[in-house]
Structure formats: structure tokens, C-alpha cells
């Protein structure tokens, strides 16, 4: 079990204690199930409340918020930036570096830095490039030519398709699969000719995929995730798509196929995008957003229904198909009344 001291934990965060230094704490809480051993936070104003009741040995405040709770405070200007630094203290810790499992196959003219962790079954294909730090989980498959920098860490059952390029501190979660063939195919009219998919993928610095995501390469070029991406679970991205820096996809989110995503950009679940279009920078969409069009003004932008109890939406629906009719006769109401005023 992990103990760190509140004294330990201030100086790690560059917070103000107030209260014990040497009081202890072994993991992290929420506000309503935090017990004494654990550190919880505020961030969301509406959980307020909860401060007067809870048994966390410390909390994470504002400063302006310390007289709120009486026991042990760890004061910073952003508790919740906190709590995300303190969570990987508590995390469970890396695999063993340098520790290769003997059922791992690992290509001649592969090249592993000494402290490179591979799993069980894990397979490392010819002209593969794996730098210090490196983790692969069991019976993940890096095939030929690809390339991982330091630190960034495969779960089990992640698959890299040829030449792919990772970046470092990247994550990749279980059942991802990064470089297959993006959706290109010719009709001749009879049947379809499939299109060799000829570029690659190339994943930047701190990129994070969630579990069973795809990222498709590219056709001629490369598909391009850019540094410090966010990628949730279910996410798939089309060949030659571009995501640019610090931009974060949500779970069901799909983008087609040389679709440009620019910096700073925010998408909901269930987000999709026609493709060959471009959306600017500091972009948030809201879930079900449809995509259909470049997006050029940053802002936020919702579409799709929210939801209503069932007998409304089904009449809501209705009103939705009767909206053409509905607008012809608002046109011939104009014209009628046109007529009526107008002194000619």
C-alpha cells in the first residue's frame, strides 16, 4: 500500500497545508466516500455541500474556499489539476523494465532498447524500432517497420499494422487497432477494386487511445494525430484525417477520411464528420453533433434532438416532417399580405 504524508504531498503539488504534515494518507476519495485514509477534492461548486459531511482525511480547495471545511486542506489554485497529478502517485506501477516474456517473438533486425517490457506472446515484426522505457502488453502485435519512443505504454491486444510511427509518453489501450486499410475502394460499376492504402500513421507526443478505437492509415498520405490528442474508446478515425494538438475525441465519435481537425477542438459522443472537410481551431461540439460542412468561426455547435419524454418527441417528429408544407404556406401567407399592403 502506497503511504504518503499531507508535508509529502504539498510539496509534490506546490500547495499550502494547512493542518497535520505528518498526517497520512493511502489513496484517493470522493467528497461522499472518501474515508480518513484518503485525500478527496472540489472542483464542481454544486458538491459544496458535501465539504460539511465528509471524512476525507484532507481535500484539495481553493484557497479562497479553506474556511469551508475543517479538517486537514491542501490549498492550490486548481484542485482538480491536483487530483490529476496526485491520482498517478497512487497508480498501480509500470511493468518491470527490461523484463521480455519467453514466449515473445522478436524480429533479428528488431531494435529494442535494453529496458523495453514485452508481454506474453507479444510479436515484434522485422525493422521494428522500440525506445527506453517502452511497454507492449501480452499478445499485442507491432508489425514491420513500425517505430514507439520512450515511455509510451501498449496494453494487451493492441495491434500496430506496418510502419506505423508513435510517438513518446503515449498510451494505447486494449483492442486498438492503429494503421489498417482506410475505406477506399473504386466501383466499376459491377463490382468494387479495393485501392492499396500506401501511406501510414503517425501518432505525436502524448497521445492517448482509448480501448477498440481504429485509426485507419493513410491512402497516399499519412493520417496524422497531433500531439497530445485524447482519443476515447470506440473512436474511429478515416484515412488521411489530420487531429491537431490538444484536441479530445469522445466515445462513438467518427471522423472520415481526409478530415482536418484543428487544435484545441472538443468532440462530443457520437460526433461524425462527412469527410473532406476542415473544422478550425477551439471547436466544441455537443454529443450527436453532425458534421456536414467546413467549419470556419470557433464557438460551440450542437445538432441532432435533445431528449423529451416519448409522447412529445413522437409529436415533435410529426411536426419535423411537416415543416416543408408548413414553410410553403407561411411563403403564400407573405405573398397574400404582400398583396394586401403593398399600395400598387
Not at 76 to 93: E, I, M, V
Not at 162 to 177: E, L, M, N, P, T
Not at 296 to 317: C, D, F, H, Q, V
Request: hydrophobic share 40%.
Amino acid at each position: 500500500m502506497k503511504t504518503f504524508t499531507l508535508a509529502e504531498l504539498a510539496a509534490y503539488l506546490g500547495a499550502e497545508l494547512h493542518g497535520d504534515p505528518n498526517f497520512s494518507v493511502t489513496g484517493l476519495g470522493s467528497l461522499k466516500t472518501a474515508t480518513k485514509q484518503q485525500v478527496s477534492f472540489l472542483s464542481n461548486p454544486k458538491y459544496t455541500s458535501q465539504l460539511k459531511h465528509s471524512q476525507a482525511g484532507a481535500v484539495l480547495l481553493k484557497p479562497s474556499q479553506t474556511s469551508q471545511f475543517q479538517g486537514n486542506i491542501l490549498a492550490l489554485a486548481n484542485p482538480y489539476l491536483g487530483f490529476a497529478k496526485l491520482s498517478h502517485l497512487f497508480d498501480d506501477d509500470r511493468p518491470t523494465a527490461g523484463q521480455v516474456h519467453p514466449t515473445a517473438i522478436v524480429a533479428a533486425d528488431a531494435t529494442l532498447h535494453p529496458t523495453v517490457h514485452l508481454g506474453p506472446g507479444v510479436v515484434i515484426e522485422s525493422g521494428c524500432t522500440l525506445a527506453a522505457g517502452v511497454v507492449i502488453g501480452a499478445h499485442s502485435v507491432i508489425a514491420k517497420g513500425c517505430s514507439i519512443g520512450e515511455n509510451t505504454h501498449l496494453y494487451p491486444r493492441v495491434t500496430l499494422y506496418r510502419r506505423v510511427q508513435v510517438g513518446k509518453d503515449c498510451i494505447i489501450h486494449s483492442g486498438a487497432v492503429i494503421g489498417a486499410d482506410g475505406f477506399g475502394f473504386a466501383p466499376t460499376g459491377a463490382d468494387w477494386i479495393k485501392i492499396a492504402q500506401l501511406g501510414k500513421v503517425i501518432i505525436e507526443d502524448k497521445v492517448e487511445v482509448g480501448a477498440n478505437s481504429t485509426i485507419d492509415r493513410g491512402a497516399l498520405g499519412d493520417t496524422l494525430i497531433c500531439r497530445d490528442v485524447k482519443i476515447d474508446n470506440l473512436v474511429h478515425i478515416g484515412h488521411n484525417a489530420k487531429i491537431g494538438e490538444h484536441t479530445a475525441l469522445a466515445a462513438f465519435a467518427g471522423i472520415s477520411g481526409s478530415t482536418d481537425i484543428g487544435a484545441n477542438c472538443l468532440l462530443g459522443g457520437h460526433s461524425g464528420f462527412a469527410g473532406h472537410i476542415k473544422v478550425c481551431d477551439n471547436v466544441q461540439l455537443t454529443g450527436m453533433a453532425m458534421v456536414t460542412g467546413s467549419i470556419t468561426e470557433p464557438g460551440t455547435y450542437s445538432s441532432g434532438t435533445g431528449l423529451l419524454p416519448s409522447l412529445r418527441w413522437r409529436k415533435s417528429a410529426v411536426r419535423f416532417r411537416q415543416l416543408e408544407e408548413l414553410n410553403q404556406k407561411v411563403k403564400n401567407l407573405e405573398n397574400q399580405l404582400r398583396q394586401l399592403t403593398d399600395p400598387e
